[in-house]
Every structure is written in C-alpha cells, then in structure tokens.
C-alpha cells in the first residue's frame, strides 16, 4: 500500500493509539456500567488521565472547573475501576465499561448515574423524568456542605 | 425552599430540559444500542439536531465537519430509532438508546460500532486490539469511493 497522504487512513484502521484531542488538548471520555452496559456518565480526558487510566486501571479524567487531572472517586470513594476501554473511528472519544466501587455511584449527586432523567415528549414538549430511584450516597456528608 | 442564586439547581435536579451547550452551541450525544448496552457512537447536537431527535424519533446529530444537521443514515439507510433518551446531571450530554436498522451499522467505516477497537496495554505500551468483526457494509459501495 501507497503511504497516507495524511493520518486518517492510519488513526481510523490502525492499531496505534493516536488520539485526537481537541483545541483543549481533550478527548471525551464515556463511561458505561460493565454488568448492566447502563449510562453511567461523560467526561474528558487529556493525556495524563488517559494514560492513567490506561496504566491504572482506575478511571482518571480532567477536570475542567478545577482545570487538574481528577481521579474518580479520589474524595468519594466511589472508583470506577476499568473493566475494558475502547477507542472509537476517529480516535475522539474513548468508552470505558467499568464496575463502580464505594457506594456504587458514579453521579456527584448520589444517584447510580448521571443519566437520572429520561427525555420524554409530552403534548409537544420534552420535559424530564426522573427515573425516581433514592440516591446512594447523601452528596453533604460525602463532599461536606 | 429560598429561590436559586444561579441555574445549577434547577438545571441539576429539575424536570425541564435546559441544554447547557458549549461555546460552539453543542451537546455531547452518546449511542448505545437498546438490546445489548453496547457502545455505538458519540456525535454532538445542537439545538435543532435535539429538537429533530426528540420530534422524530430518530437519531439527527450537527456535524462538525459539514457544518450541517446530520440526519445519522439518511445516505446509508442506518437510520438509529431511539428508543430511550436521558440528559445528565449538568445538561451537556445526552444518552441515546437506540435500535439500528438499515445495515445495522453505526460506524461510516461499515463496522456495527464506532468503538471497534479495544485499548490493551501491552508491556506498559497501549495498543489497539480490533474486535475483529467484519464490517456490516462497504462504505465504496454506500458513499461512493
């Protein structure tokens, strides 16, 4: 085969990690629960927490209100450990299936996941629907008030 | 309850969809497919591409590199039914549960998923391992070569 004229055909069929980090210097990060492949949340990562995680085994992420790498559950408890991590076509996005330790929560809020609310379409509007499950965690004791 | 100093609360823990999209006017949007929980893609929406998705029933992403809606299999056929929706805690991404038709495929490159190479570290290097499946079309003989 003829060489690439730029770096497409490689990043999108290789086997070569090349991410794609954006403007930001990030990629966006997804997180799924292996056992129930649930939403769990979405996140990014540069890359010190991608290669992190990769090394670790625990999901690490940049955070960017407090502009710092972020290991999940570091304060919590709540580690998501990485169960398999894939990379998409273009390299922009990674997808982590992990097993949530602690209290089992990947939300800040408490919940199981941040995707608590459904999107309905009611008389032509959408509006949101809690999944009305009880927290698991109470977010004031965990990160104080 | 005393009236919110800002739209956290509201946006957080409230029934009323409130995108919070990014500088660029966009939302992150995740796929995964209803009968199995497996990752599929993750494209963006703004505004009117949520709108569409939610009125239509099926998946309208903006693309980036187009600059347009993108009605996801209006060339190929792999229209993406959804069949649940949610939003996370903060309202910048939200989750697609969908059901593929056409090919069946989600990925331009003829895979099932965008996500078909697994991240392994191999002697403390990551590297890429494909599923190995075979691809569902031939992107030539859909989008022409």
């Not at 991410?19 to 990014?44: C, D, I, Q, Y």
């Not at 459904?118 to 008030?145: M, N, Q, W």
Request: aromatic share 6%.
């Amino acid at each position: 085969m003829s060489p690439a004229k730029n770096n497409l055909p490689d990043r999108e069929s290789g086997t070569q990690l090349m991410p794609k980090f954006n403007a930001n210097g990030l990629v966006t990060a997804v997180v799924s629960e292996s056992a129930s492949g649930r939403p769990l949340m979405v996140a990014h990562m540069n890359e010190a927490a991608l290669e992190l995680s990769i090394s670790s085994g625990e999901a690490h992420f940049f955070s960017r209100s407090r502009n710092q790498i972020w290991h999940k559950g570091g304060t919590s408890g709540n580690v998501l450990s990485i169960d398999d991590m894939w990379v998409d076509c273009d390299q922009d996005a990674v997808w982590l299936s992990v097993t949530a330790h602690g209290h089992g929560a990947a939300c800040h809020t408490g919940q199981k996941s941040c995707f608590f609310r459904r999107i309905v379409a009611k008389e032509g509007l959408a509006t949101l629907e809690p999944t009305g499950e009880a927290p698991l965690f109470d977010p004031k004791k965990v990160y104080g008030s």
